[in-house]
């Protein structure tokens, strides 16, 4: 039986944050504070209800809350660890 969260890549959750925040997913950095780039609670909670909508049935508002950094949603949502995406780039760059 697969993950129902592996059904959210790395880049389809930059992706839907750079379209909720109006940017270029390539100019989030893994460490960005998604806070200071305009996802604010209403934003979050969008982002949970569609990526609960995409399969992540787990996830919760608290743990995207705790530490709103890409590279950590990325670990939440996917079940990895946050150093292996904390390079994650959507041009095939290595970072």
Known sequence: MSNPE???TPE???ADVAELVGCD???I???ANLFDLGVDSVRMMMLVERWR???ATQVEFPDLAE???L???IAVLT???ETTTSGTNTEGESA
Do not use: F, K, Q
Request: charged fraction near 30%.
């Open 6 to 8: 592996s059904v959210l």
């Open 12 to 14: 389809r959750i930059r």
């Open 25 to 27: 997913p390539a100019e």
């Open 29 to 31: 950095a893994p460490d």
């Open 53 to 55: 909508a995409a399969g």
């Open 67 to 69: 530490r709103a950094e």
């Open 71 to 73: 590279a950590h949603w």
């Open 79 to 81: 079940g990895t660890d």
